[in-house]
């Protein structure tokens, strides 16, 4: 599960500075980063490499090898492995 929480941390840490919207924006990218490679190293592929043939639906994940329908799919799929 990503830990949403860590901008708020980041923002009591900073104090006096306020965040802006790129800080907060870096922080949510951080923390999805830090999820992707905590579930990696769990042996779960986020299936963040893919290719598909011009002209067909499928899409192959370079990491593992599973096939999808379509970039919906694939975005369901990630949804659901990093609970956004
Ligand atoms: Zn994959």
Known sequence: ?????????LVKLIGARK????????ARMEALGD????????GICTHGHL?????KPVLTCLDCGTEFGS???VNESRRHLLNE
């Open 1 to 9: 599960m990503i830990d949403h929480t860590i901008a708020a941390r």
């Open 19 to 26: 965040m802006n919207d790129i800080d907060m924006e870096q």
């Open 35 to 42: 999820e992707i490679a905590r579930l990696r190293k769990l």
């Open 51 to 55: 290719q598909g043939p011009p002209g």
């Open 71 to 73: 970039h919906q799919e």
